[in-house]
T-cell receptor, first 116, second 113 residues
């Protein structure tokens, strides 16, 4: 089946620390991979994505590389800010027809808190 | 461009009451879905639709109904509210293409007392 596993939170860091949030997946076929971010009281919004192996998605200083050999898509940022405090979701989407067409599969989310 | 609009943002219901959560998108997306978000559970798929007139069940469909009469609208109906349905509900839409992302509404915080 299709599923996403991401590291348990919460993650608490000081400002300017290095961030890694691990994400691994299981998928039928060749998925596209996404990171979404949810700020307090808001809906999810796309942070970055990668659609094929070895692609690197990047946005707002965050990066993630699509690693087919390890089925991973870990999120990294070199220097976090207080404003990065949010919940981060890893997700996959597979190219298919039928009942899974268009569906996103989400991990459980990782709460990040950054202290000044 | 409004994107995905959900109403209401907050709602309190009594056990046994029914209500409809509204969702509309203006991006002509084929795929629409409803999720509920509970602490420690992430996002769980309730129902989804791949186009007007086509709906299907997700992981947690019991107690909910949907219909898709137009491309734009995908309402979620709670038939007889229960305290277990207290949650934050999100509607999302996307094209069906493999590399395309979903766009989310701002959410509806529902409390059933």
């Amino acid at each position: 089946g299709n599923s996403v596993t991401q590291m348990e939170g919460p993650v608490t860091l000081s400002e300017e620390a290095f961030l890694t949030i691990n994400c691994t997946y299981t998928a039928t076929g060749y998925p596209s991979l996404f990171w979404y971010v949810q700020y307090p009281g808001e809906g999810l919004q796309l942070l970055l994505k990668a659609t094929k192996a070895d692609d690197k998605g990047s946005n707002k200083g965050f990066e993630a590389t699509y690693r087919k050999e390890t089925t991973s898509f870990h999120l990294e940022k070199g220097s976090v800010q207080v404003s990065d405090s949010a919940v981060y979701f890893c997700a996959l989407k597979i190219p298919s027809r039928g009942s899974t067409l268009g569906r996103l599969y989400f991990g459980r989310g990782t709460q990040l808190t950054v202290w000044p | 461009n409004a994107g995905v609009t959900q109403t209401p943002k907050f709602q309190v219901l009594k056990t046994g009451q029914s209500m409809t959560l509204q969702c509309a998108q203006d991006m002509n997306h084929e795929y629409m879905s409803w999720y509920r978000q509970d602490p420690g559970m992430g996002l769980r798929l309730i129902h989804y639709s791949v186009g007007a007139g086509i709906t299907d069940q997700g992981e947690v469909p019991n107690g909910y109904n949907v219909s898709r009469s137009t491309t734009e609208d995908f309402p979620l109906r709670l038939l007889s509210a229960a305290p277990s349905q207290t949650s934050v509900y999100f509607c999302a839409s996307s094209p069906t293409g493999a590399g395309t992302e979903a766009f989310f509404g701002q959410g509806t915080r529902l409390t059933v007392v």
